[in-house]
């Protein structure tokens, strides 16, 4: 069965700083990409950022270039979400998703991990 | 880029059919065929239910098909049942700035 856990959210105030995980099980991680899509409380889903399946190449929202990073280990099966300069607009649900192979599609998602920005 | 746009709110009978819109620009719905559906009940994480327009994963009834025309793509379900009753969105693959937009989501009520 295919697996996304995410881990890592949690309180932080503005300017702070969080790392999120998500660890990955029951399929071939290091030949799928992934995205981080987030959900703030009773809004509709907002696309984040993407990695592929070698890590060379990343991608972000205009909202979050420059304060996010995303980075992967083929070796223990995660990705990574590294959020600085955290904003109260960065609250959200932040779910990893994998890929959806040879199709441009978000195909499976995890349950999410909630960060909460505030003072 | 601009989110998409679709309607906040539709509405069916059981065993009606309803139709969803998801309108954006020629860079990115009209653009190619990125494009993809999910739907999401209270509580719960989205599942895919259309990609690449039209496709269906294994599992997503044949109730739900995909269109696009234009800078216009339509999920129509036919045959409500309650259990269709829940949130869809819609997204769009932007392949010339690699970026991925969604649209702000659409309420389906079965009545």
């Known amino acids: 069965e295919v697996q996304l856990v995410e881990s890592g959210g949690g309180l932080v105030q503005p300017g702070g700083s969080l790392r999120l995980s998500c660890s990955a099980s029951?399929?071939?991680?290091?030949?799928?990409?992934f995205h981080w899509v987030r959900q703030a409380p009773g809004k509709g889903l907002e696309y984040v950022s993407s990695i592929n399946d070698y890590g060379s190449r990343t991608h972000f929202a205009d909202s979050v270039r420059g304060r996010f990073t995303i980075a992967r280990d083929n070796s223990k099966n995660t990705v990574y979400l590294q959020m600085n300069s955290l904003r109260d607009a960065d609250t959200a649900v932040y779910s990893c998703?994998?890929?959806?192979?040879?199709?441009?599609?978000?195909?499976?998602w995890g349950q999410g991990t909630m960060v909460s920005v505030s003072s | 880029q601009s989110a998409l746009t679709q309607p906040r709110s539709v509405s069916g009978s059981p065993g009606q059919s309803v139709t969803i819109s998801c309108t954006g620009t020629s860079s990115d719905i009209g653009g190619d065929n990125h494009v993809s559906w999910y739907q999401q009940h209270p509580g719960k994480v989205p599942q895919i239910m259309i990609y690449?327009?039209?496709k269906r994963p294994s599992g997503v009834p044949d109730r739900f098909s995909g269109y696009k025309s234009g800078n216009t793509a339509s999920l129509t379900i036919s045959g409500l049942q309650a259990e269709d009753e829940a949130d869809y969105y819609c997204c769009s693959y932007v392949g010339i700035s690699a970026n991925w937009l969604f649209g702000g989501g659409t309420r389906l009520t079965v009545l």
């Open positions: 998703v994998k890929d959806r192979t040879g199709a441009w599609a978000f195909d499976v």
């Open positions: 690449d327009v039209s």
């Open positions: 029951g399929f071939t991680f290091s030949t799928s990409a």
